[in-house]
């Protein structure tokens, strides 16, 4: 059994998500049935990140096993010929068994996208988060740097979440403003379930004066989810990837190119 570790694209409108589930489209369903018809053989994938309905991904990491005797390029052009047109490989490459794609990742790093514009666009439907109302990025970026550090982030996980630790490292936090995008861009070394919407959820409420700078800080000190924001719209959150140790020899991170 050879090892291969691929990285994918995706537009995660109109799927239930990453993870295949009864009968709901998902991404790796999709994903599976095309390497499964490259193999000739059944084939299960394994990814960095689990992502959400309507969640997208500049450069979600799998690994899969198959006995197949296939090149690199004819995983890639027969899966992608077989994927539909909201989700393609971007690269595969054979790696050794002890790769991993989720436990084998160092880091990982999310994009939040928000259309900032009094208009909806029809464009950018299913892309990003309309907000209309003005948005204050400087003061939400200030807020974020109270969640900078190793923490318990149980206020920003979703009820549901199974984790069976709530502590995670945000290694670097931003939000910044691009015209009518703001972006919340984070790294960390795991996230919990809707951690990042949460996360830009409580920055919303400050970006639109309804809460003070300090408060992002004292909703992760009050490790209690129901004194915290709404969770914020799916369709704006891209899992740009992981990154791993340079002795996998895998292509470097995804870059986050939208907006």
Known sequence: MQRWAAGVEYLGTGYGGWQAQPGVPSIQEALETALSAVADQPVKTFAAGRTDAGVHAFGQVVHFDSSAARRPYAWLLGANTALPAAVSLRWVQAVTQPFDARRSARWRRYR???????????????????????LDAAAMHAAAQALLGEHDFSAYRAAGCQSRSVHRNVQEIAVWR????????????????????????????IGHG?????????????????????????????????????????????TAWFP
């Open 112 to 134: 939040y996208v928000i259309h900032n514009q009094r208009a909806r666009s029809a464009l950018l439907a299913g892309r990003a988060a309309w907000i209309a109302r003005d």
């Open 210 to 254: 309804r809460r003070g700078a300090d408060w992002a800080g004292a909703v992760l000190a009050g490790r209690d989810r129901r004194q915290a924001g709404m969770t914020a719209p799916p369709e704006g959150l891209y899992f740009v990837g992981p990154e791993y140790p340079e002795a996998f020899g895998l292509p470097g991170p995804a």
């Open 178 to 205: 691009r015209a009518d995008f703001v972006v919340l861009d984070i790294r960390a070394n795991a996230f919990l379930h809707h951690m990042v919407r949460n996360i830009a959820g409580v920055l919303l409420e």
